[in-house]
């Protein structure tokens, strides 16, 4: 069964340091989306993509945030200078075509220190 | 303003006894309507999903959920409970092509 899958797993960097976390979506969806979840908190909307460019975005997705479809295949979330607050688990999902439910990636793990 | 409801922020049932959780929206339109499941550290895995027609809905691990758009409710129900079910439950909607809007959750635990 297809599944979106999301690299790396758990990842720690300095706070100020640029991370790029990974995506694969599900081959034959349009659809693509980053959410955040930050520790014992409810899952949140970062940002929707399609057809190459964003198509919704919350305000949390600021100006340090970034998103690229750079291939046929991987979905990107940039975060340029990270803080101490952008700790949280980053999902990935996607949908389209005939299918409206979004499927979800198990996530990274990002700690900022 | 759009928003999903999740009254209960903790349960705690029995091993066998029947579960319900609450879930409340708002929103203009009919919603697409979902429940996801998230165990510990893991990532967010699809219970069930209402989109039109029949307002009640079978998912996996035995689970079911009604739709009831005079209660704006979307509640979550199982008849006899497992250990395994012990779990963070998330009730969401989407409008369709875009971004689910989640709930608080609620963390069951399951008493042996």
């Known amino acids: 069964e297809p599944e979106v899958t999301q690299t790396p797993s758990h990842q720690v960097t300095q706070m100020g340091q640029e991370v790029i976390l990974r995506c694969v979506p599900i081959s034959n969806h349009l659809y693509f989306y980053w959410y955040r979840q930050i520790l014992g908190q409810k899952v949140e909307f970062l940002v929707s993509f399609y057809n190459n460019e964003i198509s919704e975005k919350s305000e949390i997705f600021d100006d340090q945030f970034s998103v690229e479809r750079p291939d046929g295949s991987n979905f990107t979330l940039k975060i340029r200078s990270t803080k101490l607050e952008d700790s949280a688990m980053y999902f990935c999902a996607s949908n389209g075509g005939q299918e409206k439910t979004q499927y979800f990636g198990p996530g990274t793990r990002l700690l900022v220190l | 303003a759009q928003s999903v409801t999740q009254p209960d922020i903790h349960i705690t049932v029995s091993e066998g006894a029947s579960l319900e959780l609450r879930c409340n929206y708002s929103y203009g339109a009919t919603p697409y309507l979902f429940w996801y499941v998230q165990s510990p550290g893991q990532g967010l895995q699809l219970l069930l999903k209402?989109?039109?027609?029949?307002?009640l809905v079978q998912g996996i691990k035995g689970f079911e959920a009604e739709f009831k758009r005079s209660q704006s409710s979307f509640n979550l129900r199982k008849p006899s409970v497992h250990w395994s079910d012990a779990a963070e439950y998330f009730c969401?909607?989407?409008?369709?092509?875009?971004?689910?809007?989640f709930g608080a959750g609620t963390r069951l635990a399951v008493h042996p």
């Open positions: 969401a909607y989407s409008g369709g092509y875009n971004k689910l809007i």
């Open positions: 209402y989109f039109s027609g029949d307002t």
